[in-house]
């Protein structure tokens, strides 16, 4: 769908690294894609996404953004504003799943209720913040995705294994909030389609620890993540919008 449009303008927000930076490595490669805006958090981790922006000319502009700031998102999108009139597509590629502070839980005696809270902040809320933000750059004439990196693991019917109760439950409320968002979205930006997508495992710090049990050919290079999600975010089409679709195109259950 995306191919169609001349001049594309992007939004990858949590681009410092993962699977975010492989996007805008990807976008990067596509002479129809003009702009492309990204977002990260701490310059430290950012440093391969400042430098490709460097190189870009004004192709990639680097605006920081935290995503538990309400704030942030708001001085972003005016900026991206200030550049362009519409978004053609944004991927929410922002996600916590362990850090110095957060082991994700294997039993209830685990289960601490700020790290809850913050595992929702960053893997749920931001992203319904970001639909709310995002509306006057979709409401356009031209049609736009917005899609999240969600996990197979939020899915509440495919359960099976248990544990990671915040992972699990704050990427099931990400998908909530997608669901809800392609509703309103429907009236509001009509031609804007909203997917939450599954990577598959893939080769980032965020799965680094908990790689040890995954045959090789279950853990995905980001190179090889990214270009299996754009191969279905353009097969998409408008009565895809709230739906949960897997690294091959298939749909999951929620
Ligand atoms: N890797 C996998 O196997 C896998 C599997 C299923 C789903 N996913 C999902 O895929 C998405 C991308 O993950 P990844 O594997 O690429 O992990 P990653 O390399 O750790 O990237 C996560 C990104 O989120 C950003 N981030 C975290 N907290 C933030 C905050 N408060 N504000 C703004 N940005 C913040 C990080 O920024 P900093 O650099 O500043 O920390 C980083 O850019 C996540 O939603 C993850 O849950 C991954």
Known sequence: MLSEIKQANVLIVG??????LGFVRSLLQQE???????????????????DL???????????QVDITEESNIAAAIKQIQESVKQLHLAIYCVGVLHDQNLTPEKSLRQINGSN????????????????K?????????EPSIFASISAKVGSISDNRLGGWYGY???????????????????????KTIV????????????????????PLDKLFSVE???????????????????????????KLPW
Not at 15 to 20: D, H, L
Not at 53 to 63: M, T
Not at 124 to 131: D, K, P, T
Not at 169 to 180: D, E, G, R, V, Y
């Open 53 to 63: 922006a460097s190189q870009s000319g004004d192709r990639v502009k680097c605006l």
């Open 15 to 20: 681009a410092s690294q993962g699977i975010g």
């Open 224 to 250: 090889h993540t990214v270009t299996l999600l754009s191969q279905v975010i353009s097969n998409l089409s408008l009565k895809d919008s709230g739906e949960f679709f897997s690294w091959d195109g298939t």
């Open 168 to 190: 699990r439950a704050s990427k099931a409320a990400l998908n909530m909030f997608l669901k809800t968002t392609a509703i309103e979205y429907s009236r509001r930006c009509p």
């Open 116 to 131: 809850l809270i913050y595992s929702f902040q960053v893997n749920s809320i931001g992203a319904v913040l970001l639909a």
């Open 32 to 50: 129809h894609i003009q702009h492309i805006f990204t977002t990260y958090r701490n310059p430290d981790t950012a440093k391969q996404l400042l």
């Open 133 to 141: 933000h995002l509306m006057p750059l979709f409401n356009k004439s």
């Open 195 to 214: 997917v939450a997508l599954h990577p598959g495992t893939t080769d980032t710090q965020l799965s680094q620890p908990f790689q040890k049990n995954v």
